[in-house]
């Protein structure tokens, strides 16, 4: 099975609350490599019935626990729990000093682990590591504590890759999260309470603690000089307020239950070294393929959690964030661009074609205005066909792009730039 058989095969069981015998049949079982037939245990997820309302107090007088607090993403967990005043009991790791530091740290408890004890009084829990060794021992806690309404886990988007049957050339190392999984949900048959796993991509953000995470690591091996060329493939990414936004949501949402992709963005390397590179001009970027047949990009469906009523920021925004060299310029070049003209004589153009244009725009608009620079494009469009563009036709051929005024260009004025090009003819 191809990689975007795959996708497809996910977005047809979002229609499909439980899995059955009878979906498993019409290729929908999910819960297993083969995708053979199975006696289905528990739903893949339900629906959220009623959008989520983001609330400042929502939190306020609910006690929560949080294991993994000193990770990356644990500490980025805790201050979205904190910000809406839960009274929040958390495992402080390495993490202690930057988490005292957080806004509304009156209302953190730290303690050395949680278990019964901690657990009591506790509306939910949050266990922000899927293959931790002491998850399932957590959850048992969980079902002697009748407080305990919902655990909220945090897996990985591979563990749906993994499921959605022979994934080909897909890393072997994807499978745990997927078999942790099915062993918290086999648990939670046995506890009161309801349990929703949230699978993100690769995290990416601002480091609130000692961790970096690895989404920092993984960036900088793109811009240090430890590739020679881009590498051929595709990453699934989310911002890390993202995937914390999301564990509130399902927890507040009393329906929610179940399996929860959250992905922001599947990029290609070919794209995201091109974000880089505009961000640290300096760095030590590859700009030529590995290989030029890159993979195809899949997405993952986000309707559970955004017909739930989150929103996913921009991953070109976040990553241009995350480098340490970004320019103040790059952020805020777009945001006094005026609104856009009424478009006109809209550009047709094959699909495929189209989201690759797509991609390479937001490499530009990075606060979603809808807009790029036009000296950005003279830079880009001279590097894209590796010569010295014709200054005098290109500003002729920019001059006539209106909707953005006399600095910007939407994204239909570049595309019809970009057919011009040899590259994209």
């Known amino acids: ?61 609910k006690k929560v626990c949080v294991t993994g607090a000193s990770s990356f993403f644990g500490t980025h967990l805790v201050q979205q729990l904190l910000q809406r005043k839960y009274q929040v009991v958390a495992v402080a790791g390495d993490a202690e000093a930057a988490l005292k530091s957080l806004p509304s740290a009156e209302n953190l408890q730290l303690v050395s682990a949680i278990g019964e004890k901690e657990v009591s009084g506790a509306e939910t829990v949050f266990a922000t590591d899927v293959l931790d060794a002491g998850l399932l021992d957590l959850l048992a806690a969980c079902s002697k504590e009748s407080s305990v309404k919902k655990v909220v886990v945090t897996s990985s988007i591979a563990a749906s890759a993994s499921e959605a049957g022979p994934m080909g050339e897909w890393a072997p190392e994807t499978v745990p999260q997927s078999k942790a999984e099915q062993s918290c949900f086999e648990a939670a048959q046995t506890g009161s309470w309801k349990l929703a796993t949230i699978q993100p991509g690769l995290l990416l953000g601002p480091s609130l603690g000692p961790n970096p995470g690895e989404g920092a690591q993984w960036l900088a091996s793109l811009s240090d000089g430890s590739h020679s060329q881009v590498p051929r493939g595709v990453q699934a990414l989310t911002a890390a307020q993202d995937a914390a936004r999301a564990h509130v949501l399902v927890s507040e949402t009393e329906a929610a239950e179940g399996r929860f992709p959250c992905v922001g963005q599947v990029m290609t390397y070919d794209h ?131 909707d953005g005024g006399a600095t910007q260009i939407s994204f239909q004025e570049f595309t019809r730039l970009m057919l011009n090009s040899p590259q994209y003819r």
């Open 1 to 61: 099975m191809t990689l975007r058989g795959a996708a497809q095969i996910l977005h047809c069981a979002e229609k499909v609350p439980d899995i059955t015998p009878e979906a498993a049949k019409l290729g929908l079982g999910l819960l297993n490599l083969a995708a053979k037939e199975i006696e289905p245990s528990f739903p893949l997820y339900k629906y959220v019935s009623k959008p989520w309302q983001d609330s400042p107090d929502s939190g306020e007088g």
């Open 272 to 402: 995201i070294c091109a974000v880089i590179r505009r961000a640290q001009p300096s760095a030590k970027v590859p700009s030529e393929l590995e290989d030029k047949d890159q993979e195809p990009v899949v997405t993952w469906k986000n309707s559970r959690l955004v017909d739930g009523g989150l929103s996913f920021c921009s991953m070109v925004g976040t990553i241009m964030g995350c480098c340490p060299a970004a320019p103040a310029a790059a952020a805020s070049e777009t945001t006094t661009a005026a609104a856009p003209a009424e478009q006109t004589n809209e550009v047709t153009v094959d699909p495929a074609k189209e989201e690759e244009l797509k991609a390479l725009f937001d490499t530009f608009d990075v606060d979603g205005t809808g807009f790029m620079g036009k000296e950005d494009f003279k830079a880009f469009y001279s590097d894209a066909n590796k010569t010295e563009a014709d200054a005098g036709k290109l500003d002729a051929l920019l001059a006539e792009c209106k």
